[in-house]
């Protein structure tokens, strides 16, 4: 099983941008297929953005679509979701995931590996 450590998160007014990123270790980095997910007090955790081993396929939630952008560094172990036009609704605790297999997925259960989780809150 692959660690994960998420950091990245922090404070930002409505319309900022925030990085995260997610370092895996233990294991073979490229041959996982990675997701983000959040979960906001009070809510379930839901899906945000995943890619695939290669970083060829992405694919986003209708929520963040076109302000959220996840990519991945092989050479460097390294997920990351880059977050512009944050709004108060993106406040969460973000958590990466990571799936073995090639394939992308959306599912949470589909993921293996899970890091501790980083907090983002967007103020107004």
């Known amino acids: 099983q692959v660690q994960l450590v998420e950091s990245g998160g922090g404070l930002v007014q409505a319309g900022g941008s925030l990085r995260l990123s997610c370092a895996a270790s233990g294991g073979t980095f490229s041959i996982y297929a990675m997701g983000w997910f959040r979960q906001a007090p009070g809510k379930e955790r839901e899906f945000v953005a995943a890619i695939n081993w290669i970083g060829a396929n992405t694919y986003y939630a209708d929520s963040v679509k076109a302000r959220f952008t996840i990519s991945r560094d092989n050479a460097k172990n390294t997920v990351y979701l880059q977050m512009d036009s944050l709004k108060p609704e993106d406040t969460a605790v973000y958590y990466c995931?990571?799936?073995?297999?090639?394939?992308?997925?959306?599912?949470?259960?589909?993921?293996?590996?899970w890091g501790q989780g980083t907090q983002v809150t967007v103020s107004l």
């Open positions: 995931a990571a799936r073995p297999g090639t394939g992308l997925s959306t599912i949470a259960a589909n993921f293996g590996s």
